[in-house]
């Protein structure tokens, strides 16, 4: 199977800066898009950011121009890039990948989830 594992979350000020990685572990061939999402407490999961496996991106209109989003196929990790961080950007982050094709079987996962990551920003 796959494991996404995020890593780099943490307590930060206004205005500050954070990188996020989630790298994905298993038999691995190729991974599709990859996303990272939000969930703050009380609310919805929000989609932050996605990268195809070409590097095309596409950001929450919260997020342009703060965050980026970049990966490493080679190293199956996905990252994201936080600056000019605001409180309402405080949230668990959770990566993604929409499909996984995988050296062994079962060939393909779809959707895959990591665990989170908890972000916090004081004012």
């Known amino acids: 199977q796959v494991q996404l594992v995020e890593s780099g979350g943490g307590l930060v000020q206004a205005g500050g800066s954070l990188r996020l990685s989630c790298a994905a572990s298993?038999?691995?061939?190729?991974?599709?898009?990859m996303a990272w999402y939000r969930q703050a407490p009380g609310k919805e999961r929000e989609l932050v950011a996605t990268i195809t496996s070409g590097g095309s991106t596409n950001y929450a209109d919260s997020v342009k121009g703060r965050f980026t989003i970049s990966r490493d196929n080679a190293k199956n990790t996905v990252y994201l890039q936080m600056n000019s961080l605001k409180p309402e950007d405080t949230a668990v982050y959770y990566c993604?990948?929409?499909?996984?094709?995988?050296?062994?079987?079962?060939?393909?996962?779809?959707?895959?989830w990591g665990q989170g990551t908890l972000v916090t920003v004081s004012s």
């Open positions: 993604n990948a929409d499909w996984v094709v995988l050296l062994t079987l079962p060939r393909d996962v779809l959707d895959a």
């Open positions: 298993g038999s691995i061939l190729s991974i599709s898009t």
